[in-house]
């Protein structure tokens, strides 16, 4: 994950979206990406969507071929503007040659700008 952040839909409308960049590592084209969200508010409290799920699935198309990067939007992922803050549970990685990978701990998925400059110019440069 190179970053991920919550947004305000709206002024007009109770909504909050949430933003993601995920950058590919690996040797392999991604093919489909799902990860687990969970939204809180100001107490912590874990936000329920429109279903009243508390972990929410997102998913997004690829190809995301190695060494590049691809951003996803979610528009209204939670309708309500009470969503102050979120973490991400798990992401599971489908690849184009039917592989699978589940990651669950995000920390260690997780690139600090300079890591991830350092990563990128490394895979370039052994390409």
Do not use: C
Not at 12 to 38: R, S
Not at 70 to 77: F, G, I, V, W
């Amino acid at each position: 994950i190179e970053k991920s952040n919550i947004y305000d839909q709206s002024e007009y409308t109770d909504g909050t979206g949430f933003n993601i960049t995920y950058y590919n590592p690996t040797k392999k084209t991604i093919k489909y990406i799902t990860t687990n969200v969970i939204g809180y508010n100001a107490v912590e409290d874990p936000i329920k969507d429109v279903s009243g799920k508390i972990k929410i699935k997102i998913k997004g198309v690829g190809p995301i071929k190695p060494n590049e990067s691809a951003k996803y939007s979610y528009d209204y992922l939670w309708l309500t503007d009470l969503v102050e803050d979120s973490d991400i549970i798990s992401i599971h990685i489908q690849y184009m040659d039917g592989s699978s990978k589940t990651v669950k701990s995000i920390k260690q998925a997780t690139f600090d700008r300079h890591a991830l400059d350092i990563l990128k110019k490394f895979n370039e440069d052994t390409e």
